[in-house]
Nanobody, 123 residues
Framework: QVQLVESGGGSVQAGGSLRLSCEASGRTDSFACMAWFRQAPGKGREAVASIDSYDEIYLDPSVKGRFTVSKDSDKNTLYLQIGSVRWEDAAMYYC?????????????????WGQGTQVTVSS
């Protein structure tokens, strides 16, 4: 059984930082691409960051310079370091994985999803 479990969400002050984790279990050998998406109320799910099988990293332009994505293959864990938090970063953050070599920004390309972890921004 494939499972993605996110953790690390919570309330963070504007300008602060937070680290999200996503632990994968099950058929992790097929997780060539792992990604972070987020969804704010009333908005669609958008790609934030990803790492593909060649360790190529994608970061959405809105988070470049503030977020970093990394993975620990030994622990089957994906991380998202969120820094210089802005109000617009408040959202439910989801971990996703797909078979195949490359990552994509469309959520429709991803077969496996976690339940999400909420990030709220406070003043």
């Amino acid at each position: 059984q494939v499972q993605l479990v996110e953790s690390g969400g919570g309330s963070v002050q504007a300008g602060g930082s937070l680290r999200l984790s996503c632990e994968a279990s099950g058929r992790t050998d097929s997780f060539a691409c792992m990604a972070w998406f987020r969804q704010a109320p009333g908005k669609g799910r958008e790609a934030v960051a990803s790492i593909d099988s060649y360790d190529e990293i994608y970061l959405d332009p809105s988070v470049k310079g503030r977020f970093t994505v990394s993975k620990d293959s030994d622990k089957n864990t994906l991380y998202l370091q969120i820094g210089s938090v802005r109000w617009e970063d408040a959202a439910m953050y989801y971990c996703a994985a797909r078979d195949g070599i490359y990552c994509y920004t469309s959520p429709n390309e991803y077969k496996f999803w976690g339940q999400g972890t909420q990030v709220t921004v406070s003043s």
